[in-house]
Structures are given as C-alpha cells and as structure tokens.
C-alpha cells in the first residue's frame, strides 16, 4: 500500500511515455489514492507508448470514478498497437 494520488499517477505515466519501445507493461497499483484526474491522465500518457502492446493495469482500491474510467478508456483508445488490455478497476 503506497500513497500516490493523481498528481503521482499521471508523472509515472509521462515519465513511462518516454520509454518508446515499451511493448510489455503491467502496473499494480491498487490501494492508493489516485482519482478520475490521475487515472485520465496516467491513460493519456500511455497512449504515446506507441508500441505497447500488452497491458495489465491494477487500479482496485483509488478513488476513481465513471469520470477516470472514461478518460483512462478513451485515452488507451489511441494505442494503436494494443492487442492485450487487462483492468482491475
């Protein structure tokens, strides 16, 4: 259990953005603080990751909402080479 909120969130995902050959990833992040605006912007980040193409994310346990869920979805929509999407929300 950690305490990262939006603000940490969406830093990892910019900093993960950066890595342009990510192809594999999975983040266990549940039961932590983060909420519609971390989720929103950690899945905008993502979306640069243009050779992800396998993703597991573990999101149980934040605060994220109908709001987050939808951003996170909306933004991942954009990975163009994403063949495999795990969620736990």
Same mark, same amino acid.
């Given at each position: /259990?950690?305490?990262?909120?939006? /603000?940490?969130?969406? +830093?990892? +995902? =910019? ?21 519609? /605006? ?28 109908? /709001? ?5 979805? =909306? ?15």
């Amino acid at each position: /259990e950690n305490q990262i909120g939006d /603000e940490g969130a969406s +830093g990892l +995902g =910019s900093a993960l953005a950066n890595c342009i050959n990510l192809s594999n990833l999975t983040l266990q992040l549940y039961r932590n603080q983060i909420g519609d /605006e971390g989720a929103s912007g950690l899945g905008s980040a993502l979306a640069n990751c243009i050779n992800l193409s396998n993703l597991t994310l573990y999101l149980g346990s934040n605060q994220i909402g109908d /709001e987050g869920a939808s951003g996170l979805g =909306s933004a991942l929509s954009n990975c163009i080479n994403l063949s495999n999407l795990t969620f736990d929300l």
